[in-house]
C-alpha cells in the first residue's frame, strides 16, 4: 500500500512538473510598452542625453578650477651652475622648495568661485531642459509609429476592399451588367492603392528608426497614448506663467546673469592692490641652507588698458545675457500657446473627424446596396471607399497631433520631467558629480575613475 502511494505521488509530481515546463516553454506573449515605458528608456539610454550630463560635470570643474585662487602653488627646484673665472670653472648645484600663497587678489578668487557656482546651476537648467526635449522626442516618435502603423492597417483594409470589388466587378462584366470602364476602375484604384500601402510602409520604417535613435530600441508592440489631462494645467494663463517662470531656458539664463555680474566684478578686482607671500628653503652641493620669506604688494597703476576694455567686455556681456533672459521667456510664452491652441485645435478636428468617418461609412453601404440594384456605379463605390479611407487617416493623423500637443505643453511649462510623470526610472543626480569634485585638491582621476 504505501508503495502503491509512493508511486501515485511520484507520478503526480512528474506531471506537474511537466506541466510547468511546458508552459514556460510556450511562447509569451509580447507585453505592448507604454509611451511612459519608451521615455524611462530614452532617459536611460539616449546618447544625447548621456553627453549632456558629461557635459555638465566638465562644467562642474570650473569651480574646483577657480577654487585653486585660494591655494598655494608648491615647486621643486634644482639648479645647476658653471662659473668661468680668468680659466678656473667652478661648478655649484643646488636644491629647493618655494611656496607661493596670495593674500589678496582684489576678491578675483571670489567672484570667479561664485561665477564658476552660477554656470553650475545653468548647467543643471540646460540639463534638464535637453531631458525635457528627449522626453518630447519620444513622445513624438512614440506617436509617429503607432499612428503610421494604424495608416499601414487601414491601407491594407482598403487594399482588400479593392479587390473585393474588382472581383465584383469582373464579375457583373461577365455576365454583361457592367462595362469595361468599371473594371478599368476598380484596377486603377486598386493598383493606386498598392503604391499608398509601400508609401505607408516606407514611412513606419522611417518612423521605427526614428524611434530607435531616441529610445534605444526597436518598438515591438505599442499602446495607445491617452492625453495626460491630470498634468496639464488648468487654462492657457496658468501655462503661460508656469513655463515663463519655471522653464529650464529661463531659469538657465537668468542663472547666466548672474555668472556674468560676476565676471564683472572679477575684472574690476584687477584694479586693486594684490598680496603675495612667498618661501623658499633651498640647500647647495656645500651644505650650506637657505631659507627665505618673501611678502609683495603690487598695485596697478596702468595695464596698457587691456583692464579696462576687460571690464567694459564684461559689462557688456552681462547686458546681453539679461536680454537673453527677456528672449528665453518671449520664446517660451510662444511655445506655450502654440502648443496649447494646437492642442484645442487637435481635440476639436477628432471629433470632427469622427463624425465624419461614420457618415463616409453609412454613405458607403448605402452606395453599394444601390450599386447593387442599379443605381450607382463603380465610380460611386470606390469615391465612397476612398472618403472612408481618408477620414480614418485623418483621425490617425489628428489623434497623433493632440497627444504630441499635449505633452509639448508639458514640456513649454518645464514640467515633462520624470518626476511629474512617475517615471519608473533611477533620477540621474548632478549635485553627486559637483559635490564629490567641487574641493579637490589633487587627483587626475575623474569621479569615476576613468
Same mark, same amino acid.
Request: proline residues 2%; glycine residues 6%.
Given at each position: 500500500?504505501?508503495e502503491?502511494?509512493?508511486v501515485n505521488?511520484?507520478?503526480?509530481?512528474f %506531471?506537474?512538473? %511537466?506541466?510547468?515546463?511546458? /508552459?514556460?516553454?510556450?511562447?509569451?506573449?509580447?507585453?505592448a510598452e507604454?509611451?511612459?515605458?519608451?521615455?524611462?528608456k530614452?532617459?536611460e539610454? =539616449?546618447?544625447?542625453?548621456?553627453?549632456?550630463?558629461?557635459?555638465?560635470?566638465?562644467?562642474?570643474?570650473?569651480?574646483?578650477?577657480?577654487?585653486? *585662487?585660494?591655494? +598655494?602653488?608648491?615647486?621643486?627646484?634644482?639648479?645647476?651652475?658653471?662659473?668661468?673665472?680668468?680659466?678656473f670653472v667652478?661648478n &655649484?648645484? $643646488?636644491?629647493?622648495? $618655494?611656496?607661493?600663497?596670495?593674500?589678496?587678489? *582684489?576678491f578675483?578668487t571670489? =567672484?570667479?568661485?561664485?561665477?564658476?557656482?552660477a554656470?553650475v546651476? #545653468?548647467?543643471?537648467?540646460?540639463?534638464?531642459g535637453?531631458e525635457?526635449?528627449?522626453?518630447l522626442?519620444t513622445?513624438?516618435?512614440y506617436a509617429?509609429?503607432?499612428?503610421?502603423n494604424?495608416?499601414?492597417? @487601414?491601407?491594407k483594409?482598403?487594399?482588400?476592399?479593392?479587390q473585393?470589388?474588382?472581383?465584383? %466587378?469582373?464579375?457583373?462584366?461577365?455576365?454583361?451588367?457592367?462595362?469595361?470602364?468599371?473594371?478599368?476602375? #476598380?484596377?486603377?484604384e486598386?493598383a493606386?492603392?498598392?503604391?499608398?500601402?509601400?508609401?505607408?510602409?516606407?514611412? !513606419?520604417?522611417?518612423?521605427?528608426?526614428?524611434?530607435?535613435?531616441?529610445?534605444g530600441t526597436v +518598438?515591438?508592440?505599442?499602446?495607445?497614448?491617452?492625453?495626460?489631462?491630470?498634468?496639464l494645467?488648468?487654462?492657457?494663463?496658468? #501655462?503661460?506663467?508656469?513655463?515663463?517662470?519655471e522653464?529650464?531656458?529661463v531659469?538657465?539664463a537668468?542663472f547666466?546673469?548672474?555668472?556674468?555680474g560676476?565676471?564683472?566684478?572679477?575684472?574690476?578686482?584687477?584694479?586693486l592692490p594684490?598680496v603675495?607671500v612667498?618661501?623658499s628653503?633651498a640647500k647647495?652641493?656645500a651644505g650650506?641652507?637657505?631659507a627665505?620669506?618673501?611678502a609683495?604688494v603690487t598695485?596697478p597703476l @596702468?595695464?596698457g588698458g587691456?583692464?579696462?576694455?576687460?571690464?567694459?567686455q /564684461?559689462k557688456?556681456?552681462?547686458?546681453q545675457q539679461r536680454?537673453?533672459?527677456? $528672449?528665453?521667456?518671449r520664446?517660451?510664452?510662444q511655445?506655450v500657446? &502654440?502648443?496649447?491652441?494646437?492642442?484645442e /485645435?487637435?481635440?476639436?478636428?477628432?471629433?470632427a473627424?469622427?463624425?465624419?468617418? &461614420?457618415?463616409?461609412?453609412l454613405?458607403?453601404?448605402g452606395v453599394?446596396?444601390?450599386?447593387?440594384?442599379?443605381q450607382?456605379?463603380t465610380?460611386?463605390v470606390l469615391?465612397?471607399?476612398?472618403?472612408?479611407?481618408? %477620414?480614418?487617416?485623418?483621425i490617425?493623423?489628428?489623434?497623433r497631433?493632440?497627444?504630441? !500637443?499635449?505633452?509639448?505643453?508639458?514640456a513649454?511649462?518645464?514640467?515633462?520631467t520624470i518626476?511629474r510623470?512617475g517615471?519608473?526610472?533611477a533620477?540621474?543626480?548632478?549635485?553627486?558629480?559637483?559635490e564629490?569634485?567641487k574641493?579637490?585638491?589633487?587627483?587626475?582621476?575623474?569621479?569615476? *575613475?576613468?
Amino acid at each position: 500500500m504505501l508503495e502503491y502511494e509512493l508511486v501515485n505521488f511520484a507520478k503526480k509530481t512528474f %506531471a506537474c512538473v %511537466a506541466l510547468i515546463l511546458a /508552459a514556460a516553454l510556450l511562447p509569451q506573449p509580447v507585453m505592448a510598452e507604454s509611451v511612459y515605458q519608451a521615455m524611462a528608456k530614452a532617459y536611460e539610454n =539616449n546618447p544625447d542625453l548621456n553627453a549632456a550630463r558629461a557635459g555638465l560635470r566638465a562644467t562642474d570643474e570650473g569651480v574646483a578650477l577657480a577654487k585653486s *585662487g585660494y591655494r +598655494p602653488t608648491v615647486a621643486a627646484e634644482a639648479v645647476t651652475t658653471s662659473t668661468n673665472t680668468n680659466g678656473f670653472v667652478t661648478n &655649484s648645484a $643646488s636644491l629647493g622648495v $618655494s611656496i607661493t600663497q596670495t593674500l589678496f587678489d *582684489g576678491f578675483q578668487t571670489r =567672484n570667479n568661485v561664485r561665477a564658476a557656482e552660477a554656470a553650475v546651476f #545653468a548647467g543643471r537648467e540646460n540639463l534638464r531642459g535637453t531631458e525635457i526635449d528627449i522626453l518630447l522626442a519620444t513622445v513624438q516618435a512614440y506617436a509617429n509609429v503607432n499612428r503610421d502603423n494604424q495608416i499601414v492597417t @487601414y491601407r491594407k483594409q482598403n487594399i482588400a476592399f479593392l479587390q473585393e470589388q474588382l472581383s465584383a %466587378a469582373r464579375a457583373r462584366f461577365d455576365v454583361g451588367e457592367s462595362t469595361r470602364t468599371d473594371v478599368s476602375l #476598380a484596377e486603377a484604384e486598386l493598383a493606386g492603392a498598392k503604391a499608398s500601402l509601400t508609401a505607408a510602409v516606407a514611412q !513606419a520604417k522611417s518612423s521605427v528608426a526614428v524611434y530607435a535613435q531616441i529610445v534605444g530600441t526597436v +518598438p515591438k508592440k505599442l499602446q495607445a497614448v491617452s492625453l495626460p489631462r491630470k498634468l496639464l494645467p488648468g487654462s492657457l494663463d496658468a #501655462a503661460v506663467t508656469q513655463g515663463t517662470t519655471e522653464h529650464p531656458a529661463v531659469l538657465a539664463a537668468l542663472f547666466g546673469v548672474d555668472a556674468a555680474g560676476y565676471a564683472v566684478k572679477a575684472e574690476e578686482g584687477t584694479f586693486l592692490p594684490g598680496v603675495k607671500v612667498s618661501g623658499s628653503v633651498a640647500k647647495d652641493d656645500a651644505g650650506i641652507d637657505t631659507a627665505q620669506v618673501q611678502a609683495r604688494v603690487t598695485i596697478p597703476l @596702468y595695464q596698457g588698458g587691456a583692464a579696462s576694455a576687460s571690464v567694459r567686455q /564684461a559689462k557688456e556681456k552681462l547686458g546681453q545675457q539679461r536680454i537673453l533672459v527677456d $528672449s528665453a521667456r518671449r520664446s517660451i510664452e510662444q511655445s506655450v500657446v &502654440s502648443s496649447w491652441t494646437q492642442m484645442e /485645435a487637435s481635440l476639436a478636428t477628432i471629433e470632427a473627424n469622427k463624425a465624419q468617418l &461614420s457618415a463616409a461609412n453609412l454613405a458607403l453601404n448605402g452606395v453599394v446596396e444601390e450599386r447593387r440594384v442599379g443605381q450607382r456605379t463603380t465610380l460611386d463605390v470606390l469615391n465612397a471607399q476612398q472618403t472612408v479611407l481618408t %477620414a480614418k487617416e485623418a483621425i490617425s493623423q489628428s489623434e497623433r497631433n493632440a497627444i504630441v !500637443a499635449s505633452f509639448s505643453v508639458l514640456a513649454s511649462t518645464g514640467k515633462l520631467t520624470i518626476d511629474r510623470l512617475g517615471l519608473q526610472v533611477a533620477n540621474y543626480r548632478p549635485e553627486k558629480h559637483y559635490e564629490a569634485t567641487k574641493d579637490r585638491w589633487y587627483g587626475l582621476r575623474t569621479v569615476d *575613475g576613468r
